[in-house]
């Protein structure tokens, strides 16, 4: 076996993750050399880097962008008025960028998820031809629409049923251990690391501040802390759980996300291309403003925020956040058709609901750009393209990679 080398792959992924916490980096560069889909998920910066110069990516109406759109990127959550939705769930690299990024880079994962999916390659081509066409169709519709139960069917609809029978004790049950009728965090090396007591008490003093502007402080009276393990493309930033009192010990207490956030990894590529962004006030600001905008209801709790001079994100984590269980199909294909279709269309309905917003153009653009079929066999043979240069960036940083 030869020699691991200081490829420009490799080169690429040291620079990107800079400073991040050692101990849960490396939990993230082991699962990149998992598969072609987790190495995908992982490096979303050499993704864009690496997009083909071609007019569908050039020349497609600007619309606001998740920006790291794949199948597992889609979930359920609460919102504000208290019912469950099922929608783009991750903002974190959300820009405004041709419209074709997103639905590219959502096909490129169906394609390189075929394990994940439990396809065949010619099945995940399949389906990534039908997510394309959901997501032409919606376009071309031109209203943007929601999932909820009661507007969906199959695995999705199964997800969103099942919540109603998850209460918080369970979840917590999931997290925490009790001692004494108290709570603390499990601290297991798959969800959470412990915190040094010098995070402890600089986040038990942020959350003071943050509680004294509260209408119940008493509600975010810190319990336990620990280092947050989650997602794979963040792994390694400051991010932190925190088991608060809630409505009370032990069944009553909530548990909040405190997450770093950085700049989008679409951002050398957009300003190589020449396309400006608006100005935001800090990062945490950019992705809780374009998710508010994208998504039909907004998240129950989600507010952009400053610890220890970073721009962070402090969000609610639910009971009633999950994924679809879409490897269940059955080995009937449909069933995970309409998975995928479902996630096309929601791509283009967040699209649609956020067009005309901060250099955005009217809903009319995007609706012309899809009216022609066109250009959606270009789209396929990019697709291609990109599934080939993934799996080659990943069969790279596995071989060279320490």
Known sequence: MSAPKATAVV????????????ERLAI???????????????????????????????????????????????????????????????????????????????????????????????EAILLARDCLAAYRAALVQGKAMWVERET????????LAGLQDRDRAEFLDGRTIKKGGLRQLKV??????????????????????????????????????????????????TRFVILIEGKGSPDGNYLLDLKETRPSALLPTLKRRHLAQPKWANEAQRVVAIQKRMQAVDHAFLVPVDYADTSCILRGL??????????????????????????????????????GRDGAPCADQLIDFAASEDWLEAMLELVDAMV??????????RANYP
């Open 388 to 397: 080939k240069t993934t799996v080659a960036q990943w069969d790279d940083f």
């Open 152 to 159: 969906t069917k199959g695995l999705i609809h199964d997800l």
């Open 318 to 355: 639910q009971p009633s956040e999950d994924r679809v269980a879409i490897a269940d199909w059955g080995k009937k294909l449909s069933r995970l058709q309409e998975v995928v279709s479902v996630m096309g269309r929601l791509a283009a309905w967040d699209q649609l609901r956020s067009s």
């Open 188 to 237: 297991d090396g798959v969800k959470a690391l412990p915190a040094t007591r010098d995070e402890r008490e600089k986040v038990t003093t942020f959350l003071k501040g943050f509680a004294a502007e509260q209408e119940s402080p008493g509600f975010y009276r810190v319990l336990d802390v620990a280092r947050r393990i989650a997602g794979t493309g963040s792994l390694g930033v």
């Open 28 to 122: 993230k560069i082991a699962k990149m050399k998992g598969s072609p889909f987790i190495f995908l998920r992982g490096a979303a910066h050499l993704f864009y880097d690496t997009l083909p110069d071609h007019p569908l990516l050039n020349e497609a109406p600007l619309a606001w962008c998740c920006g790291d759109l794949h199948f597992e990127n889609f979930g359920s959550y609460k919102a504000d008025n208290r019912l469950a939705y099922f929608d783009i769930n991750d903002f974190d690299e959300a820009a405004l960028a041709p419209c074709t990024w997103d639905i590219v880079r959502l096909l490129t994962s169906i394609r390189c998820g075929a394990d994940v999916l439990r396809t065949s390659p010619d």
């Open 11 to 22: 080169e690429a992924i040291r620079l990107q993750n800079a400073g991040r916490d050692p």
